[in-house]
């Protein structure tokens, strides 16, 4: 088996390609870095020179505007030249394959890549590629991982809980297919986080999920029941009248988020999602725009978190 | 022609023979003794002298495939791996469907005389599964069964009347069994490694599904059907129980699978990305047993040449298949030895077991048989790097690897067809 591809030598943040397998040290390390980062967007000069000079490419096969968006965001407040490629309709559609595309824009001397693919895997045969001095961050691949995402999600749980280790954690919805739940999931247990819940049918929960330190709940209500913190997830439209799922309103009676369940969590709950949502469909209008709804702060951290992972591999 | 092969241990599982002596060969054949002086003289003091392998299933890649592997690039890794005779399955481009094709194989094999060639027919008309194909005709052309390689057979109706068909002339026919819906989009094992790595599973009930339905067809048909790559230990309980109700049923299992589980998938190894899916520990534990117990009669490379292209990929789009031919022998020694079998027993599902299957008088060295042998040391270790291999496919999982068990000498038909330099 090979080495963990993400860290160097010296344990080091090399490449940022999951949260399974990084140390409790490093996820802090990313959360720290965040917190200075997060009070520079209340300034009035919100630029910091840690990577003048050096080149970021996004990198998307998949298509995105959130994410690539606030990835340049986060760039260009730490100085960088950022260059967005879609790939998804250049180079793939004239047959070039993932491999010949990175070696082409690594002889453009870039200095971090920022990968969305809709293959899992896609970011760690990149990772495999590239020279010593170039970093790979996964914004995205597949159903596999959103690394970004999931530390997004800790540090709005930290800044609002303040701490990991007595915290009852239920993500909601489409579990088989999210990335975002994986790496929430990952993130949670390594950072001592001792109730983690999954709540959906067994059609939208992957083969064997308890495996990674989750409890399965069928019936939200009972799932919800004293909650700190419950994360909402995204539904794909694809997804909603088929073989996996009937309907869509069936789908909200029982699985969607509204006041009602929500008051079976813990009275100071948080609600999170990582966007884009779907009203009415997983979550009420009322409570993603309620009093314990922490969507709009989750997009705000996500550039913190961005420069942080950006700047600690660039300094690695 | 008379060749005497002086001082090695004779291993024959057909016999149960394991001892030091001698092997006449004379006009291609083994022989008792000859009195006359031979032509040529091997010795093979230290190395042991076995029937040449017998491979069930290697794709040779001709015709269609030429980019990945060429009939002569793949003989002869064959014999480098001391295979001498390999069944190849129909799924080249166009698929072993019509006589001609397959006569063209066989013609083409025989011009480069090294190991023999057996083809499988197509057991539908371009593997569509929907018409059958002309069996009698292309059994007459030199095919020994008729198959659906790894394409899916998705209407119970024309699987009915294919085994009906064949059972009609006595014809084997060999499946994978797989369910094309349950394994639809599926790239590996639905389980523990898949869900973390978020790739598309193919559940084990995919395989025993489909293998309930075929059981039950050769009930009725009386077919004999060869199942091929069992990858699940219920797969493997399932023969068994055919087995002993007396269907006349066989299996095999592909090498990899007898050493490898879904953990090995790692970061995404698409080196790891076979058919069937590597599945769990506990299948790979009764895969191993299975085969050591007689349920699953002979282990095969399923030898898939792929470009290096097609493998440096993300893992769900890379082409299936590992390169095996020459990673047979040490492969089935390896698990020989973790079995703590004898040497005779280990080689007997390579060599005498698949001759049972493939209906062919070689795999065995007792006086009469067709001479061939493979010679081997069974301890010399080597490093498995793609500079090592003959075939033009370099993928396994296995690079990097110690291997132990080094083939010195391939004889086909009483001639050198390999000597190690």
């Given at each position: ?8 030598a010296?344990?080091?943040l090399?490449?940022?390609l ?20 997060a ?8 630029k910091?020179?840690l ?8 990198l ?10 606030t990835?340049?965001?986060a760039?260009?407040r ?26 082409n ?14 293959s899992?895997g896609a970011?760690?045969?990149i990772?495999r ?5 170039e970093?790979v961050?996964?914004?995205?691949d597949?159903?596999?991982a959103h690394?970004t ?6 540090y709005t749980i930290?800044h ?6 007595g ?6 919805g489409?579990v ?18 001792p109730?983690v ?5 067994q059609?939208l929960?992957?083969?064997?999920v ?20 419950v ?5 794909q439209h694809?997804?909603m009248?088929g ?8 789908f909200?009676k029982?699985?969607?988020?509204t ?10 709950a ?7 949502m ?10 993603a ?7 709009l702060?989750?997009?705000?951290f ?10 600690i591999?660039a300094?690695? | 022609m008379k ?5 090695g241990r004779?291993?024959?599982p ?6 030091l ?11 008792e003794?000859?009195r ?5 003289t091997?010795?093979?003091?230290g190395?042991v002298v ?8 290697a794709?040779?890649r001709?015709?269609g495939?030429?980019?990945k592997?060429?009939l002569e ?5 064959a ?5 001498t ?5 129909p ?12 006569d063209?194989?066989?013609?083409r094999?025989?011009?480069?005389a ?10 539908t008309?371009k593997?569509a ?39 009609t002339?006595g014809f ?6 797989e ?5 639809h989009?599926g ?7 898949a869900?973390r790595?978020?790739l598309?599973?193919i ?16 009930r ?5 059907v060869?199942?091929c790559?069992?990858?699940t230990?219920?797969a493997?309980?399932?023969?068994r129980?055919?087995?002993k ?9 592909g090498?990899h699978?007898?050493?490898l589980s ?5 970061y ?11 599945r769990?520990q506990?299948?790979r534990?009764?895969l ?5 117990d ?29 390169t095996?031919?020459e ?15 004898p ?7 390579i060599t ?15 006086a009469g048989?067709?001479?061939?042998l493979?010679?081997?040391d ?10 090592m ?6 993928n ?8 132990a068990?080094?083939v ?5 038909a ?8």
């Open positions: 088996m090979q080495n963990n591809p993400q860290l160097n010296n344990g080091e090399q490449h940022l999951s949260i399974e397998g990084l140390p409790r040290q490093i996820l802090v390390q990313i959360l720290d870095t965040a917190v200075p980062f009070g520079l967007t209340e300034r009035e000069v919100k910091v020179p990577l003048r000079g050096k080149s970021v490419f996004n998307f096969f998949e298509a995105s505007t959130r994410t690539r968006t990835f340049e965001i760039a260009k730490l100085s960088a030249d950022v260059i967005n490629l879609n790939v998804a309709v250049s180079s793939q559609s004239k047959g070039e394959s993932l491999l010949d595309t990175v070696a824009l690594s002889a453009m001397q870039a200095d971090i890549f920022v990968v969305r693919h809709g899992s970011p760690y045969l990772a590629q590239v020279k010593p001095h970093h961050i996964n914004a995205g597949g159903r596999h690394p995402q999931g530390l997004l999600d800790l930290r609002y809980k303040k701490d990991f280790t915290l009852t954690v239920a993500i909601v489409d088989l297919h999210s990335r975002v739940a994986r790496s929430l999931i990952h993130g949670l247990t390594t950072l001592g986080v109730e819940r999954v709540i959906g049918p059609t929960l992957p083969a064997g308890e495996s990674l330190g989750v409890r399965v709940f069928h019936d939200m209500r009972t799932g919800l029941k004293d909650c700190d913190v994360v909402m997830l995204r539904l694809e997804r009248n073989a996996l799922l009937p309907s869509a309103q069936e909200f029982h699985y969607g988020l006041a009602d369940k929500l008051a079976l969590a813990k009275p100071d948080i609600v999170m999602h990582p966007g884009p779907n009203r009415g469909v997983e979550i009420d209008s009322s409570v725009d309620g009093p314990h709804s922490v969507i702060p989750q997009v705000t996500g550039i913190a978190v961005r420069m942080a992972v950006m700047s591999v300094g690695n | 060749l005497l092969i002086k001082g004779v291993v024959d057909a016999s149960g023979r394991d001892q002596s001698d092997i006449f060969i004379s006009d291609g054949r083994v022989v003794a000859f006359e002086k031979p032509e040529t091997i010795d093979a003091t190395l076995a029937p040449g392998l017998i491979d069930l299933s794709r040779l001709e015709p495939y030429e980019y592997a060429t690039s793949e003989m002869d890794a014999v480098a791996g001391g295979v005779s390999l069944a190849c399955p799924d080249t481009d166009p698929p072993l469907d019509e006589p001609g094709l397959v063209m194989l066989r013609r094999a025989k011009v480069l090294r190991a023999r060639v057996y083809p499988i027919g197509a057991l008309v593997l599964g929907e018409r059958l194909t002309e069996m009698a005709e292309l059994a007459e052309a030199g095919c020994v069964a008729f198959s659906q390689a790894n394409a899916p057979l998705p209407d119970t109706q024309v699987l009915w009347r294919a085994l009906q068909y064949a059972a002339f084997p026919v060999w499946l994978r069994t369910d094309r819906w349950l394994a989009c790239v590996a094992h639905d389980g523990e490694v869900t790595l978020g598309p599973g559940p084990a009930f995919a395989e025993t599904i489909a293998l309930g339905t075929v059981l039950q067809l050769v009725t048909t009386g077919s004999r060869h199942v790559r069992l990858s230990a219920i493997v309980e399932m023969i129980a055919a087995k109700e007396g269907l006349p049923v066989s299996c095999d299992v090498i699978h007898v050493h879904e953990m090995d998938l790692g995404f190894d698409a080196h790891c990305r076979l058919e069937p899916p590597l769990s506990r299948d534990e009764a191993a047993a299975g085969l050591a007689g349920t699953i009669d002979c282990a095969v490379s399923d030898h898939t040449p792929v470009d290096e292209d097609q493998k440096q990929m993300p893992f769900a789009e890379a082409e299936p298949g590992a095996g031919l990673l047979l022998l040490p492969l089935v020694l390896k698990w020989g030895a973790e079995r703590k079998l040497l005779v027993k280990t080689l007997a599902r005498s077991d698949a001759a049972r299957i493939l209906g062919v008088s070689s795999g065995r060295l007792e048989a067709p001479a061939d493979v010679l081997f069974p301890e010399q270790s080597w490093r498995l790097t793609p500079e291999l003959r075939s033009q496919g370099k396994t999982p296995f690079l990097g690897y110690e291997m068990g080094r010195r000498t391939t004889i086909v009483g001639n050198v067809v390999y000597q190690q330099a």
